[in-house]
């Protein structure tokens, strides 16, 4: 085998990966030695002779697992991003051993003894307040573990959670498998009634890519939601509604259900044995919300207002469909279309006449003036750094006094190698007890491509997502704290979504627009008038929006307030639980079970969906108080959402975070204004 990359001296600028000469036969190789490494080193902490000290204890842990760390985080980036059998074969593999050796250090009773020992000291131990959190947070975690538990209780969480992690990857390979398995190729022109140019400019981009005569929808959501929008086929918007709603429960070797089962019934025995009623009370012990009962109370205070506007929604599209001359019954594949017809008609826009404004390049643009006007960052273009796929883009990350604090990659466009959605993630966090460690920050989307030589247009919610992604982004670029256990995004899920679901509201403002929407052809700015009613219409079918998210939180919450004993056939319990909620049949839930990577995918979100919705308590209140203040870049503001929101990772308790920020906490009213579901508050005119 050629020389490993991963055991030579790396001579990359800012000392990026050498993605051109890793391959995946050098992964085994680098994770066995990363993990011999790690287990020398967790050995040694646990069995150092002197009393615990933070330094030779916490710290020590801290500055451990550097390699396994490296090697994960390249890892985990080709294999969402640009992966490949071999990847995938290697994913298999390596999750459940991840798993394992994580677990044997949590519960690694001598380590514990020694983090215990510390946390009942903490009081007097002469720690900084960030020393203090970094402690907390290790006590949390392997009481979570299960550190305190008998020998046989241990060996048996160890086995749910080396099968759960297989479960997980197992999982997400299917639905990769079943979106590169389906596309709708389109040949007759009968087939493209109702399509745009724009779109039909995309299509054909996609049916070459695939090798492919005419055009093509993919599963990829920006291709498959606009032909649902578009598509004047009833057929043939039914078939792609079908496809994608049914990725993972498909029958056969990609189906998702028994893995559902499975995983629900597992979740659960490890909650009881660490002590918890359900899965859900366990995960919610560790996050703002604290009970399932407080995630409830907020979920069903949407819901009401959501499901009856979006009710009211849908008589009004059965009496377009009706006037139209249709003798059907509206179905979920003709909601999106017919919700634009009712667009255009309620609030005189149409979506074509958008998008020509909505480019990738101004989009990109206007992400990043929003960060020069609220945090004084700059960014530069970097042709010299290596990259996974041509497609990325990289730029240099400059604070307002001028010196570096990062890299930050933009991976937009969909492909047959990537996974649908859009994610933030880390190359390298940044931290400084190594030294001065700047981040390499990455944000992926799923944006279909325009053809060659021709720019790729975003629909407003594409444009939207792209904002949404790089506040991930910023909450990594921006860390500035000692501790990686604490860096950047490592913080409460229902706090990690505030910096991102804050920044989309910058997009909806008349500033931004006016000076980044501007003509892909003619370089003219959006008309006044059409701004005006763009943004008019920004809750325009936000019932539907809403029912479809919330149904999402009740399902995976039910799920995962299941006991251990019970046994769960997904689509019947899927069914039940939208029933109790009386879910209008004419919307499906935006995630259905079977691909519902945000809680079976690794479960980061399992019994945490709600978070969105939680965070969103938190973000229309954050953006109000700029608003009060008469302009949408007040520095003073900004300045505190910098200081303990960007940049303080988890180095506080997210409501103290929040409070430092805000001066105190809010209440679900900002939200419920927010969605148009409550009348505006009385602000200052912003900027």
């Not at 720690?127 to 290790?138: D, H, I, N, W």
């Not at 017919?338 to 255009?344: I, M, N, P, S, V």
């Not at 899920?493 to 931004?512: A, G, K, N």
């Not at 008469?630 to 409070?659: M, N, Q």
Request: glycine share 6%.
């Amino acid at each position: 085998m050629p020389e490993n990359p991963f055991f030579a001296a790396w001579t990359t600028p800012d000392g990026v990966p050498p993605f051109d000469r890793i391959k995946p036969e050098h992964f085994r190789q680098a994770y066995d030695h990363a993990l011999a490494e790690h287990e020398t080193e967790i050995s040694a902490i646990a069995a150092d002779p002197r009393p615990p000290s933070f330094d030779n204890t916490i710290a020590a842990m801290e500055g451990s697992g550097r390699a396994l760390t490296r090697v994960d985080n390249i890892f985990h980036v080709l294999a969402g991003a640009h992966s490949n059998e071999a990847l995938l074969e290697i994913e298999r593999d390596v999750a459940p051993q991840i798993a394992r050796h994580r677990n044997t250090i949590h519960t690694n009773e001598a380590l514990f003894r020694r983090i215990d020992a510390l946390f009942k000291d903490i009081a007097t131990l002469a720690l900084t307040a960030e020393q203090k959190r970094v402690l907390e947070r290790y006590h949390i975690t392997f009481r979570r573990a299960g550190a305190g538990l008998d020998p046989v209780a241990k060996k048996r969480l160890a086995e749910i959670i080396e099968r759960l992690a297989a479960l997980g990857t197992a999982f997400s390979q299917n639905v990769l498998a079943d979106e590169q398995a389906f596309v709708l190729s389109l040949r007759d022109k009968a087939e493209l009634a109702g399509l745009p140019d724009f779109m039909r400019e995309v299509m054909k981009s996609e049916a070459a890519e695939r090798g492919l005569d005419g055009y093509a929808v993919t599963l990829s959501r920006s291709s498959v939601e606009p032909f649902l929008q578009f598509s004047a086929r009833r057929d043939l918007r039914e078939k792609a509604f079908r496809a994608f709603i049914t990725r993972g429960d498909n029958g056969g070797p990609t189906d998702n259900k028994a893995i559902i089962a499975e995983t629900v019934r597992l979740r659960a025995e490890r909650a009881r044995l660490l002590g918890f009623a359900d899965f859900a009370h366990y995960r919610l012990d560790d996050a703002m919300a604290k009970t399932p009962d407080a995630v409830r109370d907020l979920l069903d205070a949407v819901w009401l207002h959501a499901r009856e506007r979006a009710l009211r929604d849908r008589d009004d599209l059965q009496a377009l469909l009706a006037e139209e001359g249709g003798n059907f019954k509206l179905a979920p594949w003709d909601w999106r279309y017919y919700a634009e017809k009712l667009r255009q008609r309620r609030c005189d826009l149409d979506e074509a006449a958008i998008k020509p404004y909505l480019s990738l390049e101004r989009m990109i643009e206007a992400v990043f003036y929003t960060a020069q006007r609220l945090f004084g960052l700059t960014f530069r273009p970097r042709g010299d750094v290596p990259v996974w796929h041509p497609d990325v883009r990289v730029w240099e990350v400059r604070g307002s006094d001028g010196k570096p604090i990062g890299l930050f990659f933009g991976d937009y466009f969909a492909r047959p190698s990537k996974r649908s959605g859009a994610w933030m993630t880390s190359l390298r966090d940044q931290e400084k007890l190594a030294g001065d460690i700047h981040p390499l920050i990455v944000n992926v989307c799923n944006f279909a491509k325009a053809a060659e030589g021709e720019p790729t247009l975003l629909s407003f919610d594409d444009a939207r997502t792209l904002f949404h992604e790089f506040g991930h982004g910023l909450h990594g670029l921006l860390s500035n704290v000692t501790y990686p256990e604490i860096s950047g995004t490592n913080v409460a899920t229902d706090f990690v979504e505030l910096p991102s679901q804050l920044y989309e509201h910058w997009l909806e403002q008349p500033d931004i627009l006016r000076r980044f929407a501007l003509h892909y052809q003619t370089g003219e700015a959006m008309p006044e008038d059409l701004l005006q009613r763009l943004i008019a219409a920004r809750n325009f079918n936000r019932g539907f929006a809403t029912v479809e998210y919330v149904a999402c939180a009740y399902v995976d919450l039910d799920f995962h307030s299941l006991p251990p004993a019970d046994e769960v056939e997904s689509t019947s319990f899927e069914a039940t639980a939208l029933s109790r909620i009386a879910m209008p049949e004419e919307i499906v839930m935006r995630h259905r079970p079977p691909h519902f990577a945000h809680i079976f995918s690794g479960g980061g979100y399992a019994a945490g969906y709600y978070s969105y919705m939680w965070s969103e308590v938190l973000d229309a209140d954050a953006f109000e108080a700029f608003e009060e203040t008469g302009d949408i870049f007040d520095p003073a503001t900004a300045k505190r959402l910098h200081d303990f929101v960007y940049a303080a990772g988890g180095a506080r308790d997210p409501a103290e975070a929040y409070k430092a920020f805000r001066g105190r906490l809010p209440s679900a009213d900002a939200l419920l204004r927010k969605r148009g579901f409550a009348e505006p508050a009385n602000t200052a005119s912003a900027a």
